[in-house]
């Protein structure tokens, strides 16, 4: 029976992160106050987690840890709906050596939880 469990709870968080990816094209956040505002595309690499690609010689790279938390606003394509901020952990860093993602790493992102954006 655990392992049924096991095996929903994927199918479900996988499910959850699809719809991420169809609804939101890139995310923006800033480290800091002071920092200025960064803003990715969002990629679907693997297992359907959303994720970043950053320049391995990037600040934001320097700045982020595996478990750090950060407020990420999800940007719709183009205006095709609302943003959403959503308190977001930065799963995994892996640096990518193959094809044209050469010189770059992949951010893993997983949603912890989510906040209405009113402008």
Do not use: W
């Not at 990816?21 to 890139?26: A, N």
């Not at 923006?28 to 693997?46: H, W």
């Not at 982020?64 to 995994?92: A, Q």
Request: with cysteine; proline share 3%; glycine share 4%.
């Amino acid at each position: 029976m655990e392992e049924k469990t096991s095996t929903n709870n994927f199918t479900k968080k996988g499910s959850e992160s699809r719809h991420i990816l169809d609804m939101y094209y890139s995310v923006q956040f800033s480290l800091n106050s002071t920092d200025p505002v960064y803003i990715f595309k969002l990629r679907d690499i693997s297992y359907n987690e959303p994720c970043i690609l950053v320049k391995e010689d990037s600040v934001v790279l320097k700045s982020l840890k595996v478990n750090d938390i950060l407020n990420m606003e999800y940007n719709p394509p183009e205006s095709s709906g609302s943003s959403k901020l959503l308190s977001t952990r930065i799963k995994d860093i892996s640096k990518n050596h193959y094809g044209c993602f050469t010189g770059h790493s992949l951010v893993g992102l997983s949603i912890i939880d989510e906040h209405d954006i009113h402008a």
